[in-house]
């Protein structure tokens, strides 16, 4: 093969390659490699097209923002295109971009704006006359997906903006991300539950918004910042800072910090401090954002087929150290999933020291061909859980071995199988004693039946001495066995004993929770209290009365109903009340008279005063019926700050539309 079928074949190769991750990136929410290698291969791409013109293709994917339109959701066409920045890692270009720049337009007098770069996914919000109208992704640039439902229940995303003269219309974009603190919770309670946890919080925020189900959207702790403009009528700005400080004023969440800088040598001072500060904001970043103030030049510049020529980002290198692999072990989830974790010689990462990091599946170890003994890189992903990023395979000996994943549970030896649906691995052993460790564990938790003082030492060691079989035993052991346990004495248990006596009268929606029905959080939990008056009425409840719940969409309607026919929940449940737990609820019984006495309402949105259980409660105790959703048969619709799809339903339908102070006339 001669040398021009060599770059004619590396040229098609790496199309194809880029094309496959932008898929799993953008797609599926789940990038088979770091950044910084997705960025080489754009980069070898890139210096290859421009070198050998001749084999440039109109369908290039370096001329691709990247994303396809979702199935489920209605496609918007964008009135100004939503692009994607040019990006760098060296810092010699951007002193090429500064001298690009002068160089294009020589009369331009300008100064620089540097931004956070956060490692979220790209949204535009419309707002008519102050009203939000329609949210979108990017999608391909041109067309995203309309996800405006979704976005409504983003808490920093107003409704309506805080001005008393909005402009005619207003199109801002910006970036839904996850918080740090939100995706380690998100995360710890979907392993809780058995499900797949996300990579990092990037790949949190696009699982989320791609929900179908508004309801689910509403539990992930999303936030949002705002950074630039699209169509709008009614208003100008000169400057990008300008921009920025009307949005605030709008009532739009916009960066925490910026820089203005006079010229290239201020940016990089400000990259350094961005860079000291990058742990210390709530939100995951990767880099800066570098944009001219003076907007008046931007059509001067002008745009690349995906690109804006005024702005660029520069991103950080990933911090990473290499260790060695010392070994594969396995981790037996409360649902019986087997999980590969790596053990590693400790090293500092971000800094913290890094014992060991989640391999995720069998699947992941073959795809990064890990070997036992490697030595390999480790990153914090989204610098918040530790993950193994790469192979060091240039220093291999010979000694390493390869890992297959047991044929029988390491924990108690029994059978193993692996679902239609799934990758991963399950024990089917309901007596493991992983699984009973963990499930006990989830039972006591604070979220769920809150006993305080048992912890991961006692619960083994009941495990171990064969004193419990499930949750319902923790009920039956006696002082004297608390007693005899290792580190326990007389008070603790007392101490004991007295939080397991308090647990037995724990509101109904912590048992719910605590039973571990999979996809069942606390707020799910906290809904199905308000519908349901005790456990029997909620086992018998059938998947349509249960998806019409605040909350409840049908994937987790299923789990609930999936849950309560297996039989051995079903002797959970009785074994649960024959050791007096409670399984009734604790809210008062609605009143049969009242002044919203044969009244149905909707609740929409946040409240000024009330939170939405405070304002259900009041409408009940004065006989009045609380739904979820907006139908004929609705009298009010309460509407509070960001009212979502209900309010314009009820718009539709003429049904009376009232907020906080309107219902407490009512009542």
């Known amino acids: 093969m001669s040398d021009a079928d060599h770059i004619k074949k590396r040229i098609s190769d790496l199309r194809a390659e880029i094309r496959r991750h932008n898929e799993r990136y953008y797609q599926d929410a789940a990038p088979l490699i770091p950044d910084r290698e997705y960025d080489a291969l754009v980069a070898e791409l890139a210096a290859l097209e421009r070198d050998h013109p001749a084999w440039a293709a109109a369908d290039s994917p370096l001329t691709e923002i990247g994303e396809t339109p979702t199935q489920g959701f209605a496609t918007v066409t964008h009135a100004v295109p939503m692009l994607s920045l040019a990006n760098t890692y060296d810092v010699d270009e951007l002193r090429a971009f500064d001298v690009r720049v002068r160089k294009q337009v020589p009369s331009a007098q300008f100064d620089y704006v540097l931004e956070p770069k956060i490692d979220g996914v790209a949204v535009t919000l419309r707002y008519e006359h102050g009203a939000l109208t329609l949210g979108a992704t990017r999608g391909d640039g041109r067309q995203g997906d309309d996800i405006t439902r979704n976005l409504r229940t983003i808490k920093a995303i107003p409704a309506r903006l805080t001005t008393t003269a909005p402009p005619d219309l207003l199109e801002v974009r910006g970036e839904v991300f996850m918080p740090k603190a939100g995706f380690v919770a998100l995360n710890e309670r979907r392993a809780a539950e058995g499900q797949p946890v996300f990579a990092n919080p990037r790949n949190a925020a696009v699982g989320s918004l791609k929900q179908l189900d508004p309801r689910i959207v509403a539990q992930r702790p999303l936030g949002a910042v705002c950074y630039a403009l699209g169509a709008c009528e009614g208003i100008a700005f000169d400057t990008h800072a300008e921009l920025l400080a009307t949005l605030k004023d709008f009532g739009l969440p916009v960066h925490p910090r910026t820089w203005i800088c006079p010229d290239l040598d201020a940016v990089l001072a400000a990259l350094t401090e961005l860079e000291s500060l990058r742990h210390d904001f709530p939100f995951e970043i990767d880099g800066g954002v570098i944009k001219i103030n003076q907007r008046a030049w931007y059509d001067e510049w002008g745009y690349t087929a995906k690109s804006p020529r005024w702005a660029v980002a520069y991103k950080y290198e990933p911090e990473r150290a290499e260790t060695t692999l010392k070994a594969i072990t396995i981790q037996v989830g409360r649902t019986g999933i087997l999980t590969p974790v790596a053990e590693l010689e400790p090293v500092t990462v971000a800094g913290s020291t890094i014992h060991r990091a989640t391999l995720h599946n069998e699947d992941e170890i073959r795809r990064k061909d890990l070997l036992i003994g490697d030595r390999v890189w480790v990153e914090k992903a989204g610098e918040v859980i530790p993950a193994v990023v790469g192979v060091r395979k240039e220093k291999r000996t010979g000694n390493e071995q390869a890992f297959t994943m047991p044929d029988t549970c390491p924990a108690c030896g029994g059978p193993v199988t692996r679902r239609a649906d799934e990758v991963a691995l399950r024990c ?194 004065a006989g009045g019926k609380v739904t979820s959703s907006v139908s004929q048969k609705t009298d009010y619709v309460v509407a509070g700050e960001n009212a979502g799809s209900k309010l314009d339903k009820a718009q539709q339908l003429n049904i009376t539309i009232i907020d906080e102070k309107g219902l407490l006339d009512l009542l």
Not at 458 to 477: G, K, M, T, V
Not at 508 to 536: C, K, M, N, Y
Not at 591 to 612: E, I, N, S, W
């Open 428 to 621: 089917t052993n309901r007596q493991c004693p992983a699984q009973l460790k963990q499930w006990v564990r989830h039972f006591a938790a604070r979220g769920g039946m809150d006993i305080d003082g048992l912890g991961d030492a006692l619960i083994e060691q009941l495990i171990n001495r064969q004193w419990i079989e499930s949750p319902a035993d923790l009920y039956r052991i006696t002082r004297e066995q608390w007693r005899s346990l290792e580190r326990m004495g007389e008070k603790s248990a007392d101490n004991l004993m007295q939080a397991l006596d308090a647990s037995r009268q724990r509101d109904l929606w912590r048992l719910i929770f605590a039973l571990g029905i999979p996809h069942v959080g606390t707020r799910s939990a906290q809904a199905l209290e308000a519908h349901f008056p005790d456990l029997d009425h909620l086992m018998a409840a059938s998947p349509t009365e249960l998806e019409a719940l605040e909350d409840i969409g049908p994937i987790m309607a299923q789990a609930i109903i999936t849950f309560f026919a297996a039989p051995h929940n079903q002797a959970l449940i009785a074994d649960l009340k024959a050791v007096g737990v409670n399984t009734a609820s604790h809210r008062p019984a609605t009143a049969r008279t009242g002044p919203l006495q044969g009244k149905t309402l909707v609740l929409t949105g946040t409240l000024p005063d009330m939170t939405r259980d405070e304002a259900r409660a009041r409408i009940e105790a």
